[in-house]
């Protein structure tokens, strides 16, 4: 009896693995449901460092992931963005950091020389090693959050370092959700008398951001930033 339990165990173990979705790949109900793969796990394709036409060599595709490599020469950084604009959608992808390490999830973007960086008209979800990075002081610059405007360390719940996070953000007609690993870290209105406080009591007051999310479209950017980060099942579906 106890044998053929753990031939059974063993079996089952073996079957649901073989049933584990490959990474960076839609099943059929995720097809038919509409979900688009952002990032095919082999090139980079669909995505352009901010204000140029390629993507800069710090960005690299290694064994399935996007890796931003810190290593590389400055020259070949930037934040990626999408060719494509988006406006109401589900995106949903997976990201991890080197220990110390500091990225984020910037959305509608306006792709413009007049604005010189993804963060002048783009909010983020911040990605953070929430124990080491150095831009670990303000609760709302932890991981998951909206940064700089809201979410605190009772939400931000990022897995060990070296591990896989996986992202929910939703965004339909202006109304934004974020989920890290199953938590809701944000939820709320762009451009309501709330958000218009919470944009007052940041650093995105400042003349320097007059154009800061206020259009609820645009392009989705994985930030440049100190350390190194990596990303894979990067898909979107449109609502």
Same mark, same amino acid.
């Given at each position: 009896?106890?044998?053929?339990?753990?031939?059974?165990?063993?079996?089952?173990?073996?079957?649901?693995?073989?049933?584990?979705?490959?990474?960076?790949?839609?099943? /059929?109900?995720? /097809?038919?449901?509409?979900?688009?793969?952002?990032?095919?796990?082999?090139?980079?394709? +669909?995505?352009?460092?901010?204000?140029?036409?390629?993507?800069?060599?710090?960005?690299?595709?290694?064994?399935?992931?996007?890796?931003?490599?810190?290593?590389?020469?400055?020259? +070949?950084?930037?934040?990626?963005?999408?060719?494509?604009?988006?406006?109401?959608?589900?995106?949903?992808?997976?990201?991890?950091?080197?220990? +110390?390490?500091?990225?984020?999830?910037?959305?509608?973007?306006?792709?413009?020389?007049?604005?010189?960086?993804?963060?002048?008209?783009?909010?983020?979800?911040?990605?953070?090693?929430?124990?080491? %990075?150095?831009?670990?002081?303000?609760?709302?610059?932890?991981?998951?959050?909206?940064?700089?405007?809201?979410?605190? %360390?009772?939400?931000?719940?990022?897995?060990?370092?070296?591990?896989?996070?996986?992202?929910?953000?939703?965004?339909?007609?202006?109304?934004?959700?974020?989920?890290?690993?199953?938590?809701?870290?944000?939820?709320?209105?762009? +451009?309501?008398?709330?958000?218009?406080?919470?944009? %007052?009591?940041?650093?995105?007051?400042?003349?320097?951001?007059?154009?800061?999310?206020?259009?609820?479209?645009? /392009?989705? %950017?994985?930030?440049?930033?100190?350390?190194?980060?990596?990303?894979?099942?990067? /898909?979107?579906?449109?609502?």
């Amino acid at each position: 009896m106890k044998k053929t339990l753990i031939v059974f165990t063993a079996f089952a173990l073996l079957s649901g693995a073989a049933v584990a979705q490959t990474p960076n790949t839609l099943t /059929k109900q995720e /097809k038919k449901q509409g979900w688009k793969l952002l990032f095919d796990g082999k090139t980079t394709k +669909g995505w352009h460092t901010y204000l140029r036409d390629t993507v800069g060599s710090k960005w690299q595709v290694v064994d399935g992931a996007l890796v931003f490599d810190q290593t590389k020469p400055r020259s +070949g950084g930037g934040d990626i963005v999408t060719n494509e604009m988006y406006e109401n959608y589900e995106l949903n992808l997976e990201w991890k950091v080197a220990k +110390g390490s500091n990225s984020g999830i910037i959305f509608d973007i306006q792709e413009d020389p007049k604005y010189g960086a993804t963060y002048l008209t783009g909010p983020e979800m911040q990605v953070l090693d929430n124990i080491d %990075a150095s831009d670990n002081k303000k609760e709302n610059h932890l991981a998951g959050c909206l940064y700089d405007m809201s979410g605190d %360390a009772t939400v931000s719940k990022p897995v060990p370092v070296g591990e896989w996070n996986k992202v929910r953000l939703i965004q339909n007609k202006g109304h934004l959700t974020f989920y890290l690993n199953g938590i809701k870290t944000f939820e709320g209105q762009i +451009g309501s008398e709330e958000w218009n406080k919470l944009v %007052a009591n940041s650093k995105f007051k400042s003349e320097a951001f007059a154009d800061f999310a206020k259009v609820a479209k645009g /392009k989705i %950017a994985l930030q440049e930033h100190p350390g190194s980060s990596q990303w894979r099942n990067i /898909k979107i579906l449109p609502l």
